[in-house]
């Protein structure tokens, strides 16, 4: 099929499009520069007028997150809650297609918090609804992203948080969130594109924030973390990333998308594995 591929140079894009060229579909990229190899529309989903050609399906693997997680951090992610909010179903209407693939965050679905969490949460909750309401709507909730690219690399933003000692833990450790890699993340959008109509998790087992910390600070030769109460991680890192480091996010709220399994445990995808 002839595929609309949004985001095709970000974290997921980038090893989805192999995988969907080698599964035989024809790729038409949405991007903000051209991408090597195939069509590309350039544009900004958000400002940008979308000319986009007819396709059978679209695939929406679009973010607009910082490399780094510094003092902008606190106030939260604006422009990815706009390319969200904004963005996304512009595209889809743009598109006019029936079947899409939209990625969406496990993380944030239904989320309650600090005013920044419940912006982002609004903005995903426009981009599950503008997805849902296409008679072949697939959404998919991912965990949280590791891999290359990704703020856990090995030159990625808790890789440099943890080589200073201020990875974010706070408490006893104990909040769980899912995780997956990007690899796993792209094979389940090639399979969403047959999938049944509806809301699916993409995500691996839950893992507690102590183990996973303990485990990276090993993974990237840093000092084992230090839990930090939360009034002091608040002032440290904002309310934001407080919330992220205090609250259980477990999967289980929808299915896992049919067809699908990680493949990549979550320790194999941590630095210098």
Known sequence: MRV???GASGVVGRPLLPRLLAAGHEVVAVARRPVPGVETVVADVVTDPLRLPAVDA????LTAL?????PGARRGFPENDRVREVGVPRLLDAAGCP????????????ADGPPAVRRAARALAVMEDAAAARPEGVVLRHGLLLGPGT???????????ARRG??????DGSPRSAYVHVDDAAEAAVVALTAPPGTYEVAGEPVAARELW???AARTGARAPRALPRPVLAAAAGAYAAWFATTDRPPGAVGRLPGWEPRVPWRDALPGA
């Open 99 to 110: 079947r899409v693939v939209v990625q969406s965050m496990l993380a944030l679905a239904g």
């Open 166 to 171: 201020a990875l974010p833990l706070a408490g």
């Open 151 to 161: 703020w856990y690399d090995e030159g990625g933003a808790y890789a440099r948080l």
């Open 66 to 70: 910082p490399r780094s997680l510094g």
């Open 58 to 61: 679209v695939v929406v693997e």
């Open 214 to 216: 303990t485990a990276f």
């Open 4 to 6: 609309l591929l949004a």
